[in-house]
């Protein structure tokens, strides 16, 4: 297939780009290199720097479009939720009036777990209540909720895919936020030298020990199920799936399984808990075992951590 892939130069894009140029389709990459870099884009793909309300014109003759770019900085979306506002919903509305016009039918949108905000049980299924608590959350949902209102009236197919934690590295592609938010390449930072310590916000959850649980996917397993989202698009249907590996790591789980991969000692410096973390956070992935047949290849956390140490050392 043609696709366009926008976002393609940051993390989880360059994985799929990446990945659909070795499954034999024909990859344009769309990013304006905002937070991301150009060279993670994957060789045999084309590249153009562009934002994705100028896409109209790499529309031409396009199977489908995967659509990864948008900011996606919790706290910067409660600083500055106009950024998010514009860039996340006007952003993908103005980039999916350009695939109506240029005859575009399928898109494949990266959905977040921050649409569910608070859960009120575990593991979160597609079903549950979306209240999220941040607005970087809350353009996310918008957008799912535009893509059903298309999807009725315009003949489009769409799949939402709600990632949870995504981490480790696909070969030489990796996390490189210019900001980095996420716990795992924050802890190894620690044992390359980039940071002297990792934080641990709470140590008094209802938890059994006392740190956050979240659902870590990876990157690899988030990226083939993409591929299986594009071959199950239906023109008048928006689904949408969790995408987790169904198993919660607290903070300290994952701090240790770091220490064990690099064996660096890595200190770990105990502070307050952050507003608005819940306890827990893992997904149901039922419905796209059951609908697709995608399943974790990779769930085990020291692979997860192990393949982002290859990458982040320049091992891979
Ligand atoms: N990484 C995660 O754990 C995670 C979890 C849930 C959802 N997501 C979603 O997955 C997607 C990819 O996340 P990521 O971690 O790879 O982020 P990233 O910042 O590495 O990648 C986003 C890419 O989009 C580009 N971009 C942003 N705005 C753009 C615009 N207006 N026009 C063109 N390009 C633009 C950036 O330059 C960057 O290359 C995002 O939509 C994010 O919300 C990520």
Not at 96 to 111: K, N, Q, Y
């Amino acid at each position: 297939m043609r696709l366009l892939v926008t976002g393609g130069a940051g993390y989880v894009g360059s994985v799929v780009a990446a990945q659909l140029v070795e499954a034999g389709h024909e990859v344009t990459v769309l990013d304006d290199l905002s937070t991301g870099h150009q060279d993670a884009v994957p060789e045999g793909a084309r590249f153009v720097q562009k934002c994705i309300t100028e896409a109209r014109d790499e529309l031409d003759g396009m199977d489908a479009v995967l659509h990864f770019a948008a900011k996606s900085l919790v706290g910067e979306s409660v600083a500055e939720p106009g950024l998010y506002w514009s860039n996340n919903l006007g952003g993908t509305l103005a980039l999916l009036d350009a695939m109506r016009e240029r005859g575009v039918g399928r898109i494949v949108f990266s959905s977040t777990a921050a649409t569910y905000g608070e859960p009120e049980r575990s593991p979160i299924e597609e079903s549950d209540p979306t209240r999220p608590t941040n607005p970087y959350g809350a353009t996310k949902l918008a957008v799912d909720t535009a893509l059903t209102a298309f999807a009725r009236v315009r003949e489009l197919g769409a799949v939402s895919l709600r990632y949870f934690n995504v981490a480790g590295a696909y070969g030489r592609y990796r996390e490189r936020h210019m900001v980095e938010t996420h716990l795992i390449p924050n802890v190894l930072k620690v044992a390359t030298g980039e940071r002297e310590s990792v934080s641990v916000f709470g140590t008094d959850y209802p938890t059994a020990d006392g740190t956050c649980v979240r659902d870590y996917i990876h990157v690899s397993d988030l990226a083939r199920a993409h591929l299986l989202a594009l071959a199950a698009i239906e023109p008048g249907e928006h689904r949408i799936y969790n995408l987790g590996s169904g198993t919660g790591f607290s903070v300290q789980e994952v701090i240790s399984v770091c220490r064990e991969v690099t064996g660096h000692e890595i200190p770990a410096v105990v502070g307050e808990r952050r507003p608005g973390d819940p306890a827990v956070l893992v997904a149901s992935s039922a419905r796209i075992e059951r609908e697709l047949g995608w399943k974790a290849e990779r769930p085990a956390l020291r692979d997860i951590v192990s393949d982002a140490w290859q990458a982040l050392s320049g091992k891979a």
